[in-house]
């Protein structure tokens, strides 16, 4: 019963969300402008350092491809905060937490339609990226969508956490840049860890996010029961977990 | 009271803040008690920063209250605080709308969160449209609002689901006469229909003339309550304001009137000289001619019956519509 009216009311929170963005559909294609010049005009460069380690000579696209849908699902995903922030301030929020509406729904609807957003743009992109030569394994791409839907529940909740935290838009934008930066920086979404020397490598082990990266590529290569894919996906959904209970608490507690 | 819907018992509320890194607190609210009877228009009347939307926002289920009880509705507000959003209608004093969603979306879905199923709240959100006179915008997104009609749509989403109790922050703010007409008439026809209403106001016409109850709220504290008549027959005197060409000849008028007049207060502000005194136009001519004789010329008269402006000013020295008039 309370389960129903909270899936009901995520449900109505989402048809806001989704109509908020294809109204707007134009931020949907802003956020895939990056990723579709890194796959113009930074993958060629890969090319010809084909055959160092990690980066098999004429798979240059295997490798790189997988990573950059890891970055659309950080990137695209981090930012969503600022339109919290905007609902906060004009009261949108304080009037849905006066209603009997369950507070998770509130978040829950707004997650959803991050997600189904991502995973649109990794369609867009893994199609434009085919005349590369990029080869798809479907069963494993089908788990890998997963993959990015539980990164960007994890970013997307992070963001709202520091949103309802913070509640100002400077404050947000300096914190999360803080955090994209480095986290992209050192999960090898660029070029394979493999190229980096060993101290690098031990730092990126604790990013929970290098983990989603090379669970990403072994799941394009197909290799589905790979040690990689279940240790990516149980860091991942610890991630998302943690992060989507502290945007919930933080929520709770603006009614404070 | 057994049919007091909505119950207080020493309601506070402190903030605690940092500034500077030194830890500050504000006491918002310091202990408020309320006994609301359902069916009643009971308004809050004071100045800027009193604690009013404080004291709404606590009932309202949106903040914590630091000490205190409260009863809504019979629900306990520290722990049946779902009960009571179910039935309270809220609408902050900056309002909620979502302003990258037409009117009609707004309250469409402000009624399916508070379970209508889809039919029925888009039957309602259209009878609420037609009520509120939103016919022409509402199916335009709310960025494109003027102030008066954001205001209107923000009224109507508190409204929608049939509240038992509805509170109403400052609800008449930025209205044109007729939309505020309306409002009032609207208001009292809820509390016809058995609704209790808790509006705040800073507006004395608006107190006066719709509330049954009023409660004088300055600093967090409530300095008087009671129907608008019995506030002011406690005052029991007319309000006399003389002007003069500056504040020096105010006071010595003051000094002259505080030993001759009959009155029980003087006060002098500006170039103004305000006294209160019962008939105070038996004792005008009188007056009149005492100031004429000490060459105190007087520029401008009025003679004013009490208001609940001269309540607030008796019980807290200070005039409302001063500040008021200081924004
Ligand atoms: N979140 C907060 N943190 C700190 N102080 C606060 C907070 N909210 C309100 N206050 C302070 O509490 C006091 C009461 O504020 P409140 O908003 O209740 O006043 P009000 O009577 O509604 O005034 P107004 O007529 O201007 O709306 C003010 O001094 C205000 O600065
Ligand atoms: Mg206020």
Redesign the pocket.
Known sequence: MDKMKTLRETGLMFRRSMQHTLRNPIWVFLNLFQPLLYLFLFMPLLKSLGGVPGLPAGKTVQVFIPGLLVMLALFGSAFVGFGLVDEIRTGVIERFLVTPAHRSAILLGRLLKDVVVLLVQCLLITVCALPFGLGVNLGGFLISLLLYALIAIAMASMSYAFALLFKSEDTLASTLNTIALPVSLLSGIMLPLALAPLWLRDLARVNPFSYGVNASRALFAGNIHNGDVIKGFIIVILLAGITFWSAIRSLRKMAA | MSNSIIVTKNLR?T???KAKGKKQS????KGINLEIGKGEIFG?L????????????MLATL?LPSAGEARVNGYDLSTQQQDIRRCIGYVS?SGGTDSLSTGLENLVLQAQLYGLDGVTAAKRAEEFIDRFQMTSFAERRALSYSGGQRRRLDLALGMIHHPDVLLL??PTVGLDPQSRAYLWREIRHLRDEGITVLL?T?YLDEADKLCDTVAI?DN?EIVAAGTPSQLKDDIGADSLVFGFASEQTAQQAQALLVDRAPAENTQVEDHLLRLRLSRGEQALPALLRLLDTQHLPVLSISLAKPSLDDVFLKHTGRSLREDQAHG
């Open positions: 509320k903030f605690i803040t504000v006491e918002a609210v809050f004071g100045p800027n920063g009193a604690g009013k939307s404080t004291t709404q926002k903040l004093q922050d400052e705040t800073h709220i967090g």
